[in-house]
Every structure is written in structure tokens, then in C-alpha cells.
């Protein structure tokens, strides 16, 4: 660990771990997104690991689920973005794939949010964008963010990247985080690590380095 001007500056997973100041984010592990992924039991079976090292030792976990508006609420962008996913022509023909209350909005049952854990919706791709995701972290001294769910090239990448820009440090756990499109999802993590903003770990490495912290006092 480099140290500067009284800040500590991680260089590894290991430095960047920490019960303080380290917080688990759970991306979009809803049962519509979960439907799409060929891999989703090994992407679930990787993020229960994670979840469950997290929670033994202590750290602020954050849910975050991908929420649709009903058609009359959906502006400009959200129409075109949902013609373009659900290859429609007419915005008559749309059908919210994620509306409050519905099955596929739902997170997977195997991970059973506790009383202790938050679940931000969103209607944007950034976990960040019009959640009260950066205020919570920041109100917890929270300065290096986990980043495990679905989808890498589609709400992860994004999140990364808008956490460097708030000045966080995002580890991704990257057998934990699934893609529908795995060349695209290749590409998604091939930018992050070129662009050097985020720390890649897997799921075998973050949770040794979990489970060493110990349970919290």
C-alpha cells in the first residue's frame, strides 16, 4: 500500500479490502435479468459466495434492482431504449419488462436481502444515477465499492466507471458478474482494464481475503 499526503492508496485486492471502508454492491440479480444470462446459475452460485464472506465479516451491502416505468411514464430515451431491447417498431407494442411488484423485477429468493441491507431501484444503467447509492457509501466512509450481478456490458461497466468518477475505488469480482452477450461482456472488461479505474478479483480471492478480516467486534 502507497500512502500520500495522509491517504492510503491501494495497489491490491488486499489493500482495498477493508471492513470500514468497503462495501458490497449486488447488481440487478433479479429473476428477469437472471432469465437472460446461459450462465446465471454459476454467476449466482459466485455471488452467494461473495454475499455470504460479506456478510460474515461485517460489511454494507447494497441491493440494486433495474426498475421499468409503466409506458406513460417512459420519456424519449426510455421509449427508444425499450423499442431497441424488445425489437419492437410501435411504443404501442411495448411491454414494461420490469415493473414494481412483478415477478421479474425481483431479486433472485436465494439471496434474501437481511433488515441490515438496502435495495435501491433504478431506472438508469449507473448504480449511481438518481439512487441515494453515492450519499449512503459516503455518510458510511465508505471508499472502495465490490461490484458483483448482471449485467457487465450493460449496468456494471457503467457502474464502474461512474463510481472512478465520484472517487471511489470499484473491485470487480469478475466471476461473479454475468453478461447476456458474452463478446460483448469481453469487451466490457477489457475497456475497464485498459482505462486502469477498477481492481479485478475473483470470487475464491475476495472471499480468502473476506473471511481473514474475522467476524465484526
Known sequence: ???NAGLDLPETVADAISRERTALIVYDMQVGSMRQL???AAVLAGVLRVLEAARDAGLRILFLRHLSLPVNLMGAFQIRQALAWQRKDDPRDLTPWFLRGSDAHALVEAL????TE??????GMSAFEGTPLDTTLRDCGISNVL???VAMEIGIEPTVRHAADLGYIPIVVEDACGAVDQAAGARA???LRFMNDAVFTTVDEVTALLRALGPPR
Open 1 to 3: 500500500m502507497k500512502h
Open 38 to 40: 446461459k450462465d446465471g
Open 112 to 115: 434474501a436481502p437481511r433488515d
Open 118 to 123: 438496502a435495495i435501491f431501484d433504478k431506472i
Open 147 to 149: 461490484l458483483t450481478g
Open 189 to 191: 472488461v477489457a475497456s
